[in-house]
């Protein structure tokens, strides 16, 4: 496989200041093992769970049906399931026989599972056989065969189809007398980016780079054996997968699994299991939110929320705040994971004036269009580099030069200014800036002030085309349940007297009942783009 090459200045920089170890993933759950093999590791909503103990044995199990199968050191696993105990069982799996993992979100249609396995060369799978209302044995028996020629498939449930062994077959495999020893410098996870623009990329990371962040979170938030982690935020993407599988078990924590998202079912499981943190974009915490005011409950044994994936509007924090609950913003992509955080000691307020500090160890720059060092408080283009940051994307080494530079900066497309306490602030992303008659429009400062009108639940601004001005914004909100719809005039109005500049104002307004979203519920405004876009075709007009 076409791994992006580690630049050995880079692995000598952190190793030299004790950034990078020999420690591996499997190494190190391993010792939350042997420290209390009875505690509880992993549980779902359905059911399901595993004590470390009981997780090291079916993991075990299923590394030694890979390995019969053939499956050697490098080779890549793609894992196609939802917040079942079951998944975490096969990460480890794949990670103990020396595999390296591709989760891939579980709303994945035939077409982005076939390029995910072609893209990756995937030498197994891993699926249900359905979840929601996706049948994945029609979907699977609609690919390619050659493309699954070289594929161990393994379906978790009725297992009907050729060449395909069920999930509880493979647990019936000798387990792995011992783990395959890997580098802790070598890949660990091949992680698909959303492709917002293209098709995705998949950002290598190794051991390393996803233990530093790791421990860097863990650090920042105490997190230990006591905690229980709350996850609805799928597995099978990098906020799931990183700081729920990963972090919690190197941790020696409980892992609470939810596999379909409500606010109410989430609020209802994180009281059951007592979970202590979680992490999960706007809508998952103005959806809990609204469940624990609609019920008067609270959730007392939650410490901290993390929010990341666009900025959370102030108006969700107060409310939150109000409910008991500590929201700290953090931000940060799958190429350079979550590397600022509002730290749990800093000001309610931070959550949403700022996105957060660097992490120790990780460099932040703002920069300018010719690569200069802007000064504090002036936008620019945000730039990462630290021990935590990718090693390339996946058999694409020009994609890679274009977000990774020779110096180690992760060109992250967002716009940033940084504040004097040395704290993020993200603007929004180049590529969303509105441009009207050459002025620029900044969605996100119009969206925070939409949130605050009493009907609007959820909102996002976008730009479409107009044919003198370039562009001019529109405004699609969700109401919340009941409401009366506002008109256009009176959302202007509302926005005006927050002192919204004229020019900034929304010149259409759309009223869906949902915003598209991407697995981990952030807001995919390319979709909304599109669709209205296509909306002004069928209409034979210029403006929407």
């Given amino acids: 496989m076409d791994f992006p090459a580690l630049n050995p200045e880079r692995a000598k920089g952190y190793r030299s200041v004790g950034y990078w170890g020999d420690d591996t993933i499997p190494s190190l759950i391993a010792r939350s093992v042997e420290a209390a093999p009875e505690h509880l590791a992993v549980r779902d909503n359905r059911g399901g769970g595993y004590t470390y103990g009981a997780l090291m044995r079916k993991s075990a199990r299923l590394a030694g049906f890979l390995q019969a199968q053939g499956l050697l050191k490098g080779d ?13 069982v096969a990460f480890l799996a794949i990670l103990r026989v020396g595999c390296v993992v591709n989760p891939v979100p579980v709303n994945y249609g035939r077409a982005d599972l076939a390029y995910a396995i072609e893209k990756c060369r995937s030498r197994a799978l891993i699926l249900p056989d359905g979840f929601r209302s996706t049948d994945f044995r029609t979907e699977l028996a609609g690919i390619d065969l050659q493309l699954l020629s070289d594929c161990t498939i393994i379906m978790h449930g009725a297992a009907t189809l050729d060449n395909v062994t069920s999930w509880d077959d493979a647990l019936k495999a000798d387990a792995i007398a011992e783990d395959v020893p890997v580098l802790a410098d070598e890949p660990a996870a091949v992680l698909l980016t959303s492709g917002t623009e293209a098709k995705s990329k998949g950002a290598v990371h190794s051991h390393n780079t996803i233990l530093f962040g790791e421990r860097a979170m863990a650090n920042a938030l105490g997190a230990g054996p006591r905690d229980v982690t709350f996850m609805a935020s799928p597995i ?3 906020t799931g997968f990183m700081h729920g599988v990963v972090l919690t078990l ?3 924590g409980t892992l609470s699994l939810l596999d379909v998202f409500s606010g109410q079912e989430a609020a209802a499981q994180m009281e059951a299991d007592g979970c202590t943190w979680t992490m999960g974009a706007t809508p998952f915490l103005a959806e809990i939110a609204a469940s624990l005011a609609a019920t008067g409950k609270s959730l ?11 900025p959370i509007p102030e108006v969700l924090v107060r409310r939150a705040t109000d409910l008991g609950v500590r929201v700290l913003s953090i931000y940060g992509s799958t190429e350079s994971p979550p590397h600022t955080m509002v730290q749990p000691d800093d000001p309610v307020q931070n959550a ?34 630290g021990p935590n940051t990718f090693l390339g994307y996946l058999g694409d080494p020009e994609l890679t030069c274009k977000a990774l530079d020779a110096d180690g900066w992760v060109h992250s497309g967002d716009m940033a200014r940084m504040l004097p306490d040395g704290s993020l602030r993200i603007t929004g992303r180049i590529k969303e800036i509105i441009i009207r008659g050459g002025q620029n429009i900044s969605a996100r400062e119009v969206e925070d ?5 009493p009907s609007v639940l959820r909102a996002a601004m976008v730009g479409v085309p107009h044919p003198r001005l370039g562009e001019t914004g529109a405004a699609v ?31 259409h307004l759309h009223i869906w009942s949902d915003l598209p979203t991407n697995p981990t519920g952030k807001v995919q405004k390319f ?6 876009v296509e909306q002004s075709k069928e209409t034979g007009k210029t403006a929407i």
């Avoid at 010719?370 to 945000?382: F, H, N, Q, R």
């Avoid at 002030?449 to 009108?453: G, Q, R, T």
């Fill in 477 to 507: 909100i969700v109401l919340h349940p009941g409401v009366a719809a506002p008109v256009l005039d009176e959302l202007a109005a509302f926005l005006s007297d927050k002192g919204i500049s004229k020019f900034k104002l929304p010149e």
């Fill in 76 to 88: 890549i696993v793609t894992v196609c399931m939802p917040n079942w105990a079951d998944t975490v």
């Fill in 527 to 532: 979709i909304i783009r599109q669709k209205l």
């Fill in 352 to 385: 949403w004036l700022s996105d957060g500090r660097p992490f120790p160890g990780i460099e932040v720059r703002i920069v300018d269009a010719a690569e200069k060092d802007c000064p504090i408080g002036m936008a620019g283009e945000e730039y990462s580099r």
């Fill in 236 to 238: 099978s993407h990098t």
């Fill in 449 to 453: 002030c939409l949130l605050e009108h």
């Fill in 250 to 252: 190197i941790t020696g």
């Fill in 300 to 310: 007392p044994a939650l410490r901290y929320f993390l929010c990341g994936g666009a």
